[in-house]
C-alpha cells in the first residue's frame, strides 16, 4: 500500500521500486507476445505508462498483481494476434 501511494505522490524511489519490480515480470509477457524484443519492448513501455496513468482506477480490495496482470492482458489483447 505504501508503494501505491508513494507513485500517487510522484516520488522517483517509488517509481524506481514499481519500475524494478514489474519490467521483468510485464516484459516476460510481452516477449511471449512479441518474440521481436524491441517491440516486445515497447509493448512492455506502453503497458508500465498506461499502469501509471490509470492508478487512479485501482481498488484497494483488489490485490494490485492482480489489477496489474489485468491490465497487462487487456493491453496484449488490444495489441492484437501474438506473434
Same mark, same amino acid.
Not at 501509471?52 to 496489474?68: I, N, Q, S, T, Y
Given at each position: ?11 522517483? @524511489? ?16 510481452? *516477449? ?12 512492455? @513501455?506502453?503497458? =508500465? ?5 490509470? =492508478? ?14 489485468? *491490465?497487462?492482458?487487456? @493491453?496484449? *489483447? ?6
Amino acid at each position: 500500500m505504501e508503494r501505491i501511494e508513494g507513485l500517487r505522490a510522484a516520488k522517483p @524511489e517509488a517509481f524506481h521500486r514499481f519500475f524494478e519490480e514489474w519490467f521483468p515480470r510485464v516484459h516476460a509477457l510481452a *516477449l511471449r507476445h512479441r518474440s521481436e524484443p524491441d517491440a516486445a519492448a515497447a509493448l512492455t @513501455e506502453r503497458i =508500465l505508462a498506461r499502469a501509471l496513468e490509470e =492508478l487512479g482506477h485501482w481498488r484497494r480490495e483488489v490485490p494490485f498483481a492482480r489489477w496489474m496482470l489485468a *491490465l497487462a492482458v487487456t @493491453e496484449l *489483447l488490444e495489441d492484437g494476434a501474438p506473434d
